[in-house]
Structure formats: C-alpha cells, structure tokens
C-alpha cells in the first residue's frame, strides 16, 4: 500500500494539495499523470473535464482570504509568514508574544510579525539577541553551611564573605545599602551585616534572636524596609523590620513545612513553597491578606523558589521529582522545564538573572545553570562545593526602585505598616498591623490587646454587697459544692457602703457536714476588721465572697487570689490558715493513732533487703510457730542468693 501514501481521492478534488493522486477507481498515480489528456485511471477519473485547465484562483481568489494556489485539479489557500490558516481558506494572524519563549524581556505583537524590547538598564546582545544587564558587576552569593561564599559569572573572582559560620540555610541582601541577611539554624537566629565588614564577627547584627526555631527561608523587601521569613517548626510566615524591632506572624493556619520564600515588593505579594502535607505553592499579601495557593498538583517536595521580576514568573525546584518548573503569579501558564535525576538529583537554592536560571544541588555538590526559558544548555558553574545550599544573585537592577508609602510617619501607624496588594477596585495603598497578642482598634491604626486572647487570673469586677442583711444559707444537702463564680478583691477604692451585719461564710468536707460558723467581714481598705456595730462616722465597704458553701480547696485558690493585698489584708490570711493548720493538726494525729491501731492488731513483715524486690516468682513460706513475734522463718528458702551470708534472715535456727 506505500503506493497510495500521499494519494488525493478523486472525490475530494478541491484544497488538497498531494504528491500524489487516487483514482476513483483505486490506483494511485502521480500529479504529473493528471490532467495529461491520457487515461491513467481505469475510470478516467484523472481527466475531469470540467477541472482540468481551469484556474479558481482567477474568480474572487477562490475564496481564499491571502493567498490562493491553483492546481492541476482545484485549489488551496494558503497564509503568508505570521498567519495561520484558520479553515480552509481564513488566515488570523499569529500571536507570537503568547509564547513566553518569544523574547526574553517585551514582546510587542504586530500584524503579521512581533519585536523584541528589553527593560530599561537592558540591551539587545547583537549575537544572541538577548536582553543584557548593563551596570554592575553580577555576582553569585550563596551558603555552604559554615560559610556565604560570592563568585561572578565568568569565575574570574572567588572569594568568602562571611567565614566561620554553625549552619547558614538562607540568604537575601539589601543591594542598595549592600547589607546581607542569613538565617542559621543551629542558632536559631537571623542575622545581618554590612557587606564589606561582614567577616567580622563583631559587625554582625541579631534581627530575630527568640521565639524563632527553623528558619529556612529569608526574603528581604527593599522598597519597605521589611524581612519575611518562613518558619518549619512553628509553620508560619512572618515579618520583622530591618533592625527586628517590630515583628509580626502573617500566616499560621493551613501551613506545615513552608520553605523558600521569596518577595515582589512592586505588586506587594510574597510566595513562598511547602514541602510537608500536602506539598504546594502559595502567595499572599504583604499585610497578610489576599492568600491564595497557586501550584496543588504534580508537586511533592518543593524547595528552592525564585522570582522573574520582569516577566512576572515564579521558578522552582522539586528535590523529589527531579524537576525545575515555572508557572506565572497568577497560576497560570506552568512548564516543566527540566526533568533530569542527574543534574536534579537533590536542588535547594534557585535565582535567575537574564537569560540563565542558577541553581545549587546538594548531592552534586555544584552550582549548575540552564536557559530559563527552554531548561536547555545545562552547564555546570562551580563544582566541588560543600552543601551549598541557598543562593541569590547580586546586580543593581535585581532590586529595582519604587514607593514606599508606609514611609512618612510610618502610615499613622502605632505598630506596623504594611503594604497592600494592589487588587480589586479601589484597593488601599497599606494597613497597619499590630503585634500577635493585639489587634487593631476601631481606628485601624493604634493596638488594644487581643479580645480572645487568654489571659491568666484576669481580675473580675467584684461586687459591691447590700445594705439589706444577709439571710443564713441553708444546711447543705450535698457535700459536693457547685461551681459558682467569685469575686477577687482589688486593690482599687471602691464606693463606702453602711452596713450592721457580718458575712456568713461556711466551711465544709467532702467528709461530712459541719455548723455554719461567722468570721468577721473581709474588708481591702483597713488593716483590721470592724465590729459588727454600726459607726456611721466611719462607713466601711465590706465585700461576700459566695454564698455557697466553699470546699477547703477553694480557700487554697482563693488565697492565692489575694496575696498581692496580704499586706493589707493580714486578718484575713489569719481566718484562712488557722483552721487549715487545725485540720491538718487532726488530720496528723487521726493517721498516728490508726497505724498504732494496726500495729497492735495485725502482724506484718517488712521485706527491706532489696533481695525480695526481684520478682514475683521468688516465694517465700512463712510457717506458724510459738516465737515471740508468731512467725518463724524456715531454714532454707527458695531464693538463694549471695547475700545470705550476710542476712540473718537466711541463717539457720
């Protein structure tokens, strides 16, 4: 049948262009056989008459919209460079910028065509015709562990920053003021330096230096002024200022091992991965607000994260895929760049500059790069490392410049300023945010502490008791008091109120039931207790505490209550622990003369020698005999031991 391939049925004769042509009948025979007056076909199907010698491009270019091509037998249409055909006979133009391949920086589609523009600070490389940075020198920084090392591109410069190092995991900088930001992990600290006094010790600055436990991830925002950093012991997000003064937690819930994060300080959203369960990618607002998760499938364990500031695309590494990936900040438009368990085998850290996408693998021990755009062109940049693990790139327009508007009088703020995603209709330009255990005000600028936040031995309002006499509680009919709420005294002076009566308080056991008994009233402003009489020249304000019967260790709680006031409130500590003392007193003698009682009424022996502490299966037998503690110990037993020489309960009798 390899002679019909490229065969056109005679029945389909119109827009159908062929090497080769299929009879009605069945054979296939070649173009130049067709229309040659002769009979090549057994059905004289090559020699239409109608067709043959007529040219349908000649009436209204045979429909086609560009181009139109006649044949031998009927036509086609076809589209110039730029075009594609869109039917059989409609051309569209190509939108060759939805490709982001298309140009490494701006692509402006034209009919028919596209340009390339690069970003200011860019210019077109007349050789690749790639958009290159102009200005500084770029360098390569990245962590070995024990050190922050930086390299340039060409690596013609190599040299050590910061030495001497317990466990560096992440890295960012501040280029404008060339100071670095690291995390070690053995510290459990994030700290900063100056860039050229960095490898000193003593210039080294603490940011976070408590409540901090696995910080793998740092991103500094530097139109702000602020540090983000992910946290996969405590699963959170957090934010501090540059000098760690003021710090915040952004997110906490639906987290459980974020890793790399990384900040877009222009659109104000950070992104940052999570590698525990389930593993994805997630963006969220400057302030805190606006999060939303944006890679949920094909992703197991997500490392390293990077930004292209310039294109808008997010890339990251998956250690256990073997993968680079890349995907826009919207969510939208992912590729798979690299799949490769070599030159992927363990990847950490990830950055991109121009055209390359750099990143550091810990089980090869080496800093690799490929094209960003096609994961192509794998080379490697330095080899024969150890554990290098985050890396970024330092260039001026890494960092480009922009607003800060949280900068005069940070925003009217009493804590933090934070910037706001730029979404929705009239979205603001920043909210103030307040510390973990507060929350903002009806203002949404000042701090009050936290309305469910829980608090210990908050003081309750007490209230003030009546003028009217107090009734006697009745006799309980349970030992078991329910719980009623009770007031604390305070400190704070209170209204004087008259009063002729004292305040019952009973005292009851779970044990059984005793006779209310009456104490003088319990007072915070005098040092000592009224009499029951009434002195109008000097009215008292006298405070219940229930009027519930209250257990014993009530008095405990309620003692602890008011120490603070003991100074004050001598009289009453004595009420409260005197009878306590006299219970425990009684309590003591009770026990004595209930052991003497046992004591003279049962026989006991008491194993001391830890001989007898082994097991269960050592028996011993204790055999009736007429000596002077009624028992006798048998001559042998069971349990043979070494230290029966030195027993006397092992001798014979």
Same mark, same amino acid.
């Given at each position: 049948?390899?002679?019909?391939?490229?065969?056109?049925?005679?029945?389909?004769?119109?827009?159908?262009?062929?090497?080769g042509f299929k009879c009605r009948s069945g054979e296939c025979i070649s173009m130049e056989k067709v229309c040659n007056n002769k009979r090549d076909c057994r059905d004289w199907s090559d020699e239409p008459i109608r067709l043959c010698g007529s040219n349908e491009c000649l009436f209204n270019n045979g429909g086609c919209s560009h181009i139109c091509k006649d044949l031998k037998i009927g036509y086609e249409c076809l589209c110039p460079a730029g075009y594609y055909l869109l039917d059989t006979k409609r051309c569209e133009d190509i939108d060759e910028c939805a490709n982001p391949e298309t140009c490494s920086q701006i692509c402006i589609n034209q009919i028919g065509s596209f340009k390339c523009e690069c970003e200011e600070g860019y210019q077109v490389d007349p050789a690749t015709k790639a958009c290159k940075a102009i200005g500084t020198i770029a360098y390569l920084f990245f962590t070995n562990r024990?050190?922050?090392?930086?390299?340039?591109?060409?690596?013609?410069?190599?040299?050590?920053?910061?030495?001497?190092?317990?466990?560096?995991?992440?890295?960012?900088?501040?280029?404008?003021?060339?100071?670095?930001?690291?995390?070690?992990?053995?510290?459990?600290?994030?700290?900063?330096?100056?860039?050229?006094?960095?490898?000193?010790?003593?210039?080294?600055?603490?940011?976070?230096?408590?409540?901090?436990?696995? %910080?793998?991830? *740092?991103?500094? =925002?530097?139109?702000?002024?602020? @540090? #983000? /950093?992910? $946290? !996969?012991?405590?699963? +959170?997000? &957090?934010?501090?200022?540059?000098?760690?003064?003021?710090?915040?937690?952004?997110?906490?819930?639906?987290?459980?091992?974020?890793?790399?994060?990384?900040?877009?300080?222009?659109?104000?959203?950070?992104?940052?991965?999570?590698?525990?369960?389930?593993?994805?990618?997630?963006?969220?607002?400057?302030?805190?607000?606006?999060?939303?998760?944006?890679?949920?499938?094909?992703?197991?364990? %997500?490392?390293? *994260?990077?930004? =292209?500031?310039?294109?808008?695309? @997010? #890339? /990251?590494? $998956? !250690?256990?895929?073997? +993968?680079? &990936?890349?995907?826009?900040?919207?969510?939208?438009?992912?590729?798979?760049?690299?799949?490769?368990?070599?030159?992927?085998?363990?990847?950490?850290?990830?950055?991109?500059?121009?055209?390359?996408?750099?990143?550091?693998?810990?089980?090869?021990?080496?800093?690799?790069?490929?094209?960003?755009?096609?994961?192509?062109?794998?080379?490697?940049?330095?080899?024969?490392?150890?554990?290098?693990?985050?890396? *970024?790139?330092?260039?001026?327009?890494?960092?480009?410049?922009?607003?800060?508007?949280?900068?005069?009088?940070?925003?009217?703020?009493?804590?933090?300023?934070?910037?706001?995603?730029?979404?929705?209709?009239?979205?603001?330009?920043?909210?103030?945010?307040?510390?973990?255990?507060?929350?903002?005000?009806?203002?949404?600028?000042?701090?009050?502490?936290?309305?469910?936040?829980?608090?210990?031995?908050?003081?309750?309002?007490?209230?003030?008791?009546?003028?009217?006499?107090?009734?006697?509680?009745?006799?309980?009919?349970?030992?078991?008091?329910?719980?009623?709420?009770?007031?604390?005294?305070?400190?704070?002076?209170?209204?004087?109120?008259?009063?002729?009566?004292?305040?019952?308080?009973?005292?009851?056991?779970?044990?059984?039931?005793?006779?209310?008994?009456?104490?003088?009233?319990?007072?915070?402003?005098?040092?000592?207790?009224?009499?029951?009489?009434?002195?109008?020249?000097?009215?008292?304000?006298?405070?219940?505490?229930?009027?519930?019967?209250?257990?014993?260790?009530?008095?405990?709680?309620?003692?602890?209550?008011?120490?603070?006031?003991?100074?004050?409130?001598?009289?009453?500590?004595?009420?409260?622990?005197?009878?306590?003392?006299?219970?425990?007193?009684?309590?003591?003698?009770?026990?004595?003369?209930?052991?003497?009682?046992?004591?003279?009424?049962?026989?006991?022996?008491?194993?001391?020698?830890?001989?007898?502490?082994?097991?269960?299966?050592?028996?011993?037998?204790?055999?009736?005999?007429?000596?002077?503690?009624?028992?006798?110990?048998?001559?042998?037993?069971?349990?043979?031991?070494?230290?029966?020489?030195?027993?006397?309960?092992?001798?014979?009798?």
């Amino acid at each position: 049948m390899s002679d019909e391939l490229g065969c056109v049925n005679g029945k389909k004769l119109y827009f159908l262009p062929s090497p080769g042509f299929k009879c009605r009948s069945g054979e296939c025979i070649s173009m130049e056989k067709v229309c040659n007056n002769k009979r090549d076909c057994r059905d004289w199907s090559d020699e239409p008459i109608r067709l043959c010698g007529s040219n349908e491009c000649l009436f209204n270019n045979g429909g086609c919209s560009h181009i139109c091509k006649d044949l031998k037998i009927g036509y086609e249409c076809l589209c110039p460079a730029g075009y594609y055909l869109l039917d059989t006979k409609r051309c569209e133009d190509i939108d060759e910028c939805a490709n982001p391949e298309t140009c490494s920086q701006i692509c402006i589609n034209q009919i028919g065509s596209f340009k390339c523009e690069c970003e200011e600070g860019y210019q077109v490389d007349p050789a690749t015709k790639a958009c290159k940075a102009i200005g500084t020198i770029a360098y390569l920084f990245f962590t070995n562990r024990h050190e922050v090392r930086k390299m340039t591109l060409d690596k013609s410069e190599y040299t050590r920053v910061i030495p001497r190092l317990k466990n560096v995991v992440a890295l960012d900088m501040d280029m404008a003021t060339k100071e670095i930001y690291w995390s070690d992990i053995s510290q459990k600290k994030i700290y900063r330096a100056q860039m050229n006094s960095a490898e000193d010790s003593t210039h080294h600055n603490v940011v976070i230096g408590s409540d901090i436990d696995a %910080p793998e991830g *740092i991103a500094f =925002d530097w139109i702000h002024g602020n @540090l #983000y /950093w992910t $946290d !996969s012991i405590r699963s +959170t997000v &957090s934010v501090v200022t540059a000098d760690g003064s003021r710090r915040k937690t952004l997110f906490q819930q639906g987290l459980s091992r974020p890793r790399a994060i990384v900040v877009d300080p222009h659109s104000n959203f950070i992104y940052w991965t999570d590698w525990g369960t389930p593993a994805k990618i997630e963006k969220g607002g400057l302030n805190g607000g606006d999060r939303t998760a944006l890679v949920t499938d094909n992703i197991v364990w %997500p490392n390293g *994260i990077t930004l =292209d500031l310039l294109n808008q695309r @997010l #890339y /990251w590494v $998956d !250690s256990k895929l073997h +993968t680079l &990936s890349s995907i826009d900040v919207q969510g939208g438009g992912r590729h798979t760049l690299i799949i490769d368990e070599h030159k992927l085998a363990h990847p950490l850290g990830l950055t991109v500059f121009e055209e390359r996408v750099f990143w550091t693998d810990v089980s090869n021990n080496a800093i690799l790069s490929a094209n960003r755009m096609t994961g192509s062109d794998i080379i490697p940049v330095a080899e024969h490392l150890s554990s290098p693990e985050d890396i *970024i790139l330092y260039h001026n327009l890494k960092q480009p410049a922009g607003r800060d508007w949280c900068k005069m009088g940070n925003g009217g703020c009493e804590f933090l300023c934070l910037a706001a995603p730029q979404v929705g209709r009239h979205p603001p330009k920043y909210t103030c945010a307040c510390p973990d255990n507060m929350e903002l005000s009806s203002d949404m600028r000042r701090c009050r502490p936290a309305q469910d936040a829980p608090t210990s031995a908050a003081p309750v309002q007490p209230r003030l008791p009546s003028t009217n006499p107090p009734t006697p509680p009745p006799e309980l009919a349970t030992t078991t008091p329910k719980a009623t709420p009770r007031t604390t005294p305070r400190a704070t002076p209170r209204p004087e109120v008259h009063t002729t009566t004292t305040i019952p308080t009973v005292i009851t056991s779970t044990m059984a039931k005793q006779v209310p008994r009456t104490r003088a009233p319990v007072r915070t402003t005098t040092p000592e207790p009224r009499t029951t009489s009434a002195q109008p020249g000097k009215p008292m304000a006298a405070e219940t505490t229930t009027k519930v019967p209250v257990t014993s260790q009530d008095f405990h709680h309620e003692f602890a209550a008011a120490a603070p006031n003991m100074a004050s409130g001598r009289p009453t500590a004595l009420f409260v622990v005197l009878p306590l003392a006299i219970v425990c007193i009684v309590a003591i003698c009770v026990v004595l003369l209930w052991r003497n009682y046992r004591l003279k009424n049962t026989n006991t022996i008491h194993f001391d020698n830890p001989v007898y502490q082994k097991t269960t299966e050592d028996q011993v037998h204790i055999c009736r005999s007429h000596s002077f503690d009624g028992y006798s110990y048998p001559k042998r037993q069971i349990v043979s031991l070494n230290e029966e020489a030195d027993n006397p309960a092992f001798t014979e009798n």
